[in-house]
Nanobody
Framework: QVQLVESGGGLVQAGGSLRLSCAAS????????MGWHRQAPGKQRELVAY???????IYADSVKGRFTISRDNANYTVYLQMNSLKAEDTAVYYC?????????WGPGTQVTVSS
């Protein structure tokens, strides 16, 4: 079992930056992939970015060039640096982890971008 806790959300003006963090605990050695999804009001949850154990990062087209995902394997933490934020980035951001045969989700953190 892996537990995830996000932090770093908040209110920011368009064009600003935020850094999200997600700390993993529990059976952390079983984690293969960590990443972020988001869900805006009235919309489906969508992938933002993920990163593998080997450091390979994948991004949604909507955030490429603006967001950067990174991973601290020593501290079992994944980060999402969000720059040049837009109003359409407003959503609840969820951290997730994929293990062999299972996955875990954090409770989510709200990001609100004012235009």
């Amino acid at each position: 079992q892996v537990q995830l806790v996000e932090s770093g959300g908040g209110l920011v003006q368009a064009g600003g930056s935020l850094r999200l963090s997600c700390a993993a605990s529990g059976s952390i050695f079983s984690i293969d992939v960590m990443g972020w999804h988001r869900q805006a009001p009235g919309k489906q949850r969508e992938l933002v970015a993920y990163i593998t154990n080997g450091g390979r990062a994948i991004y949604a087209d909507s955030v490429k060039g603006r967001f950067t995902i990174s991973r601290d394997n020593a501290n079992y933490t994944v980060y999402l640096q969000m720059n040049s934020l837009k109003a359409e980035d407003t959503a609840v951001y969820y951290c997730y982890a994929i293990m062999t045969g299972s996955n875990s989700w954090g409770p989510g953190t709200q990001v609100t971008v004012s235009s």
